[in-house]
Structure formats: structure tokens, C-alpha cells
């Protein structure tokens, strides 16, 4: 296989950043990420959008991690094919290490236990991410909550009908709503967006964990060092 070939995932996962920047530059160009962002007095979108950042960061470094994964796992398939031994991946991330169990596994139900372990390891590599997600979710509505509050709140405040504080009482009103409006709408956009990214990685992952099923059982015999 060629490295372009291995390096799939990644290469998806720099297509889908590029096209979520492009988004993010559009409404830079619009005026619309500044207002969302100066318009929160809460400044929990602030924080929704710096753990928005963290988690794609992390999300790209495990896709290079699975690109990693993919390719061990391309060249084990030819070493199984070709009736070789397993021993050159014995250091070689999570393949590798799975690789090495399976030689001292004897047993259809020992070879079972072993992918699912490893599915199971690979999953919780992807657990922060989905953690951050419904946490980036639950902030907008926490906002939401707090935009409320800071929309009643002057209402609470009057003692007496004025009409010449009619406006002041609008405008405080306005902030409060733009609070509760552009906290929920960066939770939901960034939310929807993490989760997007996660699910590439879990498909991948799903698609490494049926190939290592394939190569155990197709070729059991290669587990074994070639004498």
C-alpha cells in the first residue's frame, strides 16, 4: 500500500479541519463570531469555543495515532498473507501489542477476547472527546439559563412605571437575550461539530478492529514466528 493510502484518516481529517476553518473564517469576514463573542457577558461562549479548540487538537493527534494504526495494520496483513512471523510489530501501538498477545493465545474464544479488549482500549481513546461534546452542549444551555437571568433581572429591579427608563430597561433586556441566543447557538454548532469529528475516528476504529478480526482468523498460523 502506498503511505498516502495508510495516512487515509488523516488525510480526511485535514480535509473536514480545512472546511471547518473556512466556516469559522467566513463568519470572522461577517462580523458575526466578533458580535457573538462581544456580546456574551457571561463569556461562556468564550470557554465553549477554547474547549472546541482543545478537543480538535486532541481529535487530530489520535487520527494521525489511527493513521498509524491503519498502516501497522496494512503491513501485518501482508505478513499474514505471506505466511511470516508478527514479531517486527511487537512495539508498534496498539496493533502491535495485540499482535503480540495473539501469540500466546490459543483458541478462537482467547483471539475474541483479545479484539475485543482492544476495541474496547481504542474506544476510550476517543472518550474525551465525546465527553467534551455534551459538555460543549450542556454550557449553551447553561447560557441560555444565565441569558434568562440577566434578561429578567431588570425587570425585578423596577419599583415604579417610568416610561423615560423604558429604553434603559430594553436594552438591558437585549443583552441578556443576546447571552442566552449566541451561548446556545455556539454550544449547538460546536457540539454538532465535535461530534461529526469523533464519528470518523469511531468508524475508523470500527473498520481497524474487523481487519485484525480478519487477519486472526484467516490466517492463524501466521501468529506463530516463522521457524
Partial sequence: ??????????????ILLGLILFGFFLLST??????????DRSYISWVIFALYGLATVHWLWRAWSLSQEHMHCATADQ?????????????????????????????????RLLIDTLGDQLTNTHAPGH????????????????GFILMLLPIGQI?????????????????GMAVALYTTLAGLVTS????????????SLVDLVNKLAV??????????PSS
Wanted: hydrophobic share 45%; charged share 15%.
Fill in 1 to 14: 500500500m502506498s503511505a498516502t493510502s495508510d495516512h487515509k484518516l488523516f488525510l480526511y481529517a485535514l
Fill in 131 to 146: 465527553f467534551i461534546a455534551d459538555l460543549l452542549l450542556k454550557l449553551g444551555l447553561t447560557g441560555t439559563v444565565i
Fill in 215 to 224: 487477519i486472526s482468523q484467516i490466517k492463524p498460523t501466521a501468529s506463530q
Fill in 30 to 39: 461577517t462580523g458575526l463570531l466578533t458580535l457573538a463573542l462581544t456580546s
Fill in 192 to 203: 454538532t461539530l465535535l461530534k461529526m469529528q469523533y464519528y470518523l475516528l469511531d468508524a
Fill in 79 to 111: 505478513a499474514a498473507n505471506q505466511d511470516a512471523g508478527f514479531s517486527e510489530f511487537e512495539d508498534k501501538g496498539y496493533v502491535g501489542g495485540f499482535l503480540t498477545s495473539m501469540k500466546q493465545q490459543n483458541g478462537a474464544d482467547s483471539t
Fill in 159 to 175: 419599583q415604579e412605571f417610568d416610561p423615560s427608563l423604558m429604553q434603559q430597561l430594553l436594552s438591558a433586556m437585549s443583552g
